[in-house]
């Protein structure tokens, strides 16, 4: 079509507005309710290290100063506690902004990256927003399909994601299956390890991936600062091989990580004891959640991360939009994921024992209606 002088306009680049933007948690009840809990977005119910807190507060006064751009005393933070060489990190504003460097990185247009069925939505918008081809292989049980993965690798494909566990299911894949499929993967395709939840994880056949990315060519593992309390300073990072931190260190923001975050970093990855007590918080509200859904009668998908996925019955009348209705009613904040996949589950983060307590006594209502 033909356009006059006066209707041109700047056009994005073609696929662009094909991509759909994701859609975040929702934070607010209705008005009148007296107290509301947010479980939408795997934030930590207690909330962000006191340490962390302060360190935010001290740096307030000195934000005239542009912060390190290279983010080292971080590095070097996050290096101590994992025993990595902190050269081979790099930092970014939420592990988000690493995922997209990645697909920038490492797609042209035309390329295919895999994704799984109910993967994490982020990828898909940027691989998409790297013309490149987003290819969804088919889970099994709600559990990433190694086989599947490999059976839809081509000449194309450049990058396989896996968020390990992945959310919204918060079901993982043991150790041994990642390195099966890596033995699998050609040598140029780049294998991204997405272990936002590894804090969370308590099974022994669990592996966040700092072995392997430290060891192989083509692994990366992402990791994030926002699932233990600090969602709001956007501090992630990406441990992998020298030639991959190199590349993305071209194209990164030169001041991606900004001064608050860094500092509260430091003193969040330093704050052991806030660590550990999150994790113990969540593994005894995680085990309770389940036991109390399932003696509800709804299916949970079993998690090993921060929150749970709820199923609700196709009678009709106990649907999770109806019941997303009737908890945000009264101030129980969770999320849909029809767009993981899911029009009938919620999912839920495991919230403080309030919280927790009083989505069972809300929901046990629910389902008696
Ligand atoms: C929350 C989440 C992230 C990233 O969160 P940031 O806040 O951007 O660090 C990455 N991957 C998965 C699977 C997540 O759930």
Redesign the pocket.
């Known amino acids: 079509m033909t356009k006059t002088p006066d209707q041109a306009r700047p056009t994005p680049r073609a696929g662009i507005m094909d991509i759909e933007a994701y859609v975040p948690g929702k934070s607010a009840a209705p008005a009148g309710v007296a107290k509301v809990h947010k479980l939408s977005s795997?934030e930590n119910p207690l909330g962000p290290s006191p340490k962390a807190v302060e360190a935010a507060r001290e740096v307030a006064a000195r934000l005239d100063v542009y912060p390190d751009g290279s983010a080292r005393r971080l590095r070097e933070a996050i290096g101590e506690a994992h025993g990595l060489n902190p050269g081979n990190i790099i930092c970014s504003n939420?592990?988000?902004e690493i995922?997209g460097l990645l697909a920038q990185t490492y797609l042209a247009p035309g390329d295919e990256a895999i994704i799984t069925e109910h993967a994490?939505m982020v990828y898909k918008i940027y691989i998409q927003s790297a013309g490149a081809v987003p290819v969804t292989v088919r889970e099994k049980d709600e559990r990433t399909d190694i086989d599947a993965i490999i059976a839809a690798v081509t000449p194309r494909t450049r990058i396989v994601f896996l968020?390990n566990p992945?959310?919204p299911t918060g079901t993982y894949v043991p150790f041994q299956e990642v390195r099966r499929l890596h033995a699998a993967l050609p040598k140029d395709v780049l294998l991204v390890l997405?272990a936002?939840?590894a804090e969370y994880v308590r099974r022994n056949d669990y592996e966040a991936g700092i072995e392997l990315a430290g060891s192989a060519q083509n692994v990366v593992m992402t990791r994030?600062f926002?699932?233990l309390g600090l969602?709001g300073a956007?501090i992630?990072w990406m441990y992998g091989p020298m030639h991959i931190v190199d590349a993305i260190n071209r194209i990164r923001g030169p001041f991606n990580v900004n001064a608050t975050a860094i500092e509260a970093g430091i003193a969040a990855i330093r704050d052991r004891a806030h660590i550990e007590l999150s994790v113990t918080h969540n593994e005894k509200w995680l085990s309770w959640l389940n036991e109390e859904l399932t003696r509800l009668g709804l299916r949970v998908t079993p998690s090993v991360g921060n929150f749970v996925l709820i199923h609700f019955p196709d009678d009709g009348k106990h649907s999770a939009a109806a019941a997303d209705d009737y908890l945000t009613a009264r101030g129980y904040i969770l999320r849909r994921v029809t767009g993981y996949g899911f029009p009938n589950a919620l999912r839920m983060s495991v919230g403080t024992e309030e919280a927790n307590r009083g989505v069972i006594d809300a929901l046990e209502t629910f389902l008696k209606s």
Request: glycine share 16%; hydrophobic share 20%; net charge neutral.
């Open positions: 795997n939420g592990s988000d995922l994490f968020a992945n959310n997405d936002a939840y994030t926002s699932k969602g956007r992630g």
